[in-house]
């Protein structure tokens, strides 16, 4: 029986250890990790199926990895217990875009006219009204968690400081240690995009509203507001003047939020990376023994967007050369 484990237990991470136990039945599959849901960064995320903050230096493979995330996540929509639903709404810029390497996967995709972009709101160049997914994490992951367990997954937690010693105990190690990579392989290229959000009351909101800038987006029983991308930015802590300026801007973009009833405040570092790091490496143990290690890190903004499609690719990862699976 072959030895696998996974380290991190966030989206990346449970959905690999989902597609690979789905792929090796036999495998006996392990998740280390030393914060578990809902105390990390998935659970700040709104979920949106959206390409954001994001590089991959092969635009083949990312669609692929957009549509195949895309299309699972549509087949949670009818599961109640997994988070997942349709939403539609508007995403504009202040500058003329191209229509997006996404469009054809979404529902309803159309280019906004010059008056539509006037009613809502000023300096708008370009945009598009479309229909998407969303997939709330913290709901989603302890479905996976739930079915990753029924199937004999096993979850440990402890904090994994050197990636090698873990090859003396496991055939293949599967990295989904999002900004944690930083210091376990010395990958200095990921560091943190700051994101603060808040998270309101708002039944009177019916569309998403993104703009760049600012965004209002929907849950199945709120509604979330941001937001900030901070590059480099580590600071937790909620800052309330920006609380504030999220508030104001989101009011002015969807009035419909005025009267809101705040619930929460929330601070996520996303993971980004100059390019999303999906490979397969070969490292020597302790032993001299030969071991694959797979990354599955650096997917900056775009975590829900990709999660699927990278668990997807680390199978074929570790099923090229590795017929003993």
């Not at 230096?57 to 009818?78: A, G, H, K, M």
């Not at 507001?225 to 609380?243: F, I, R, S």
């Not at 005025?258 to 570092?269: Q, T």
């Amino acid at each position: 029986m072959s030895n696998i484990v996974i380290i991190g237990a966030g989206i990346a991470g449970i959905s690999s250890a989902l597609t690979i136990q789905k792929k090796f039945p036999k495998a006996k599959i392990t998740i280390i990790a030393d914060k578990f849901s809902p105390f990390i960064t998935s659970d700040v995320a709104a979920g949106f199926w959206w390409p954001y903050l994001v590089n991959f230096p092969n635009p083949d493979l990312l669609n692929r990895i957009c549509r195949d995330t895309f299309n699972y996540i549509s087949s949670l929509v009818e599961k109640e217990d997994a988070g997942a639903m349709w939403q539609s709404g508007y995403e504009v810029n202040r500058e003329l875009t191209e229509i997006p390497h996404w469009a054809p996967l979404v529902r309803g995709f159309r280019r906004l006219n010059e008056d539509e972009l006037n009613r809502l709101g000023e300096g708008y160049k370009s945009g598009q009204f479309f229909t998407t997914l969303a997939l709330e994490p913290t709901t989603y992951i302890a479905y996976a968690t739930k079915e990753f367990l029924s199937k004999g997954g096993i979850i440990k937690q402890e904090k994994v400081e050197n990636l090698v010693e873990l090859t003396d105990s496991f055939d293949v190690v599967v990295n989904c240690s999002g900004l944690g990579a930083r210091d376990l392989v010395g990958d200095k290229q990921i560091s943190p995009i700051r994101g603060q959000i808040i998270r309101v009351r708002a039944p009177r909101v019916k569309h998403f509203f993104c703009d760049g800038d600012y965004y209002c987006l929907l849950n199945s029983n709120c509604v979330i507001l941001g937001g900030t991308h901070d590059e480099g930015e580590w600071n937790m802590e909620v800052n309330q003047d920006t609380a504030k300026k999220i508030l104001e801007e989101n009011i002015k973009r969807t009035p419909e939020l005025k009267g809101a009833e705040i619930i929460s405040h929330h601070v996520g570092l996303r993971p980004f990376r100059s390019s999303l790091r999906l490979e397969k490496e070969t490292i020597r143990n302790t032993n001299g023994r030969e071991t694959t290690v797979i990354h599955n890190y650096g997917h900056g903004g775009s975590g829900i967007t990709l999660f699927w499609g990278c668990a997807l690719h680390v199978v074929e990862l570790i099923g090229n050369g590795k017929a003993h699976l």
